[in-house]
């Protein structure tokens, strides 16, 4: 059985590090002087790209600043492109974009605590085995609906396979050392895939395709292998495209866990889809993060709403009259601390918790 995690952002954000939009946008605030000269950096501190993405929120700006996730930076960007004229901006851009990739690199990398890094991996790999080994961890009826659909595979080698998008090696870390500790027996865990890169290697931050980038240059070759993801990761040195794609074509479950489904990395929802269409025995788990989870839980409408918008998510890439039948193969858990319960990465959280 090929059980395939797709790891987001969401997984370090979870594990208290600060890479969240928001996070970012703070910690540009507070160095405005260092990034004067960077037309991107100035307008992401004159808030061009968040009341681009927030023009219909009516909410104040701290809660609106906090919803903005890095899939929707993404697509701003590209519509951002409109305003390049000649070929000079776009040379300064071209700088800029790249500059930028830098900065928010060294940015993830200062947060890391690597003096507490080994410790914290120690404290936490039970839980991490526990969450590969047992994922399905949902509501009761949509348990038993999981558990009876895979029941067949119950002795059955289990063959676990992650596909990364964020940009830390946190999660490879931690499976390097599970490997290394804790008893394979009847499975196969196979390394890491980072489709986006990593900090120090093909870091791919950007737009889906070519319609995410004005159409004036939408076609060009230096704006495309920076901008656009899955035409950048055709000539990436590494095969992790195509291995990817194999990866999800051949996995029975797919269990999405902090990622927004967002519209910059449509290319794998769409393949996600297709796959769901052409086997009804295969399904999808989403660990999906709200901040109302107390409230969810309390009002059953909220609830099947949530599910709902979630579900369509994915389910927008299908036609409407085959989102009925695909909607069973999904399901959707808002608890997300049911996996990857961790102790946080901090100095001052992880002594209080391990004394």
């Known amino acids: 059985m090929n059980i395939t995690f797709l790891i987001g952002n ?49 909410k104040d700006k701290k809660d609106s600043i906090e919803q903005i996730d890095w899939s929707d930076f993404e697509i701003a960007v590209g519509s951002y492109t409109k ?17 930028f990739i830098d900065y928010f690199t060294s940015y993830i990398e200062e ?5 507490l890094l080994e410790f914290w991996m120690e404290e936490n790999l039970n839980s991490f085995e526990n969450s590969i080994k047992n994922p399905i961890n949902t ?14 595979y119950r002795n059955i080698t289990k063959n676990f396979n992650y596909v990364i998008f964020n940009y830390t090696e946190i999660f490879d870390l931690l499976h390097q050392n599970w490997k290394k500790h804790y008893s394979q027996t009847g499975i196969t865990s196979n390394s890491p895939i980072h489709i986006h890169g990593y900090c120090q290697e093909q870091i791919l931050l950007g737009v889906n395709d070519e319609s995410q980038i004005h159409s004036k240059l939408s076609s060009n070759e230096s704006l495309q292998m920076m901008m656009i993801k899955t035409i950048s990761n055709q000539y990436a040195l590494s095969t992790r495209l195509e ?35 052409k086997d009804s025995k295969k399904s999808v788990l989403i660990y999906a993060y709200e901040s109302d989870q107390k409230g969810l839980i309390k009002h059953h409408r909220r609830m099947m709403n949530k599910q ?35 102790i946080k990465l901090s100095s001052e959280v992880f002594s209080k918790q391990t004394q």
């Open 243 to 277: 291995r990817t794609i194999s990866v999800i074509k051949n996995s029975e479950l797919i269990i999405i866990y902090g990622m927004s489904l967002g519209e910059s990395d449509k290319f794998w929802w769409e393949l996600i889809i297709e796959r769901l269409k």
């Open 308 to 342: 709902k918008e979630w579900k369509e998510k994915l389910l927008k890439y299908a036609s409407e009259e085959e989102k009925e039948i695909l909607s069973k193969q999904i399901f959707i858990q808002f608890d997300t601390l049911k996996i990857f319960n961790f």
């Open 10 to 58: 969401g997984f370090d954000i979870n594990i208290g590090l600060n890479t969240s939009y928001s996070s970012f946008y703070e910690h540009l605030k507070n160095r405005n002087h260092e990034n004067q000269k960077n037309k991107l950096i100035e307008n992401i501190l004159n808030d061009y790209f968040n009341k681009e993405i927030l023009k219909d929120s009516s």
């Open 111 to 115: 947060g890391i605590d690597n003096n």
């Open 83 to 99: 305003k390049i004229e000649t070929k000079k901006e776009i040379e300064e851009f071209i700088k800029d974009y790249e500059e």
């Open 139 to 152: 509501y009761e009826r949509d348990q038993h609906e999981l558990t009876v659909r895979y029941s067949n």
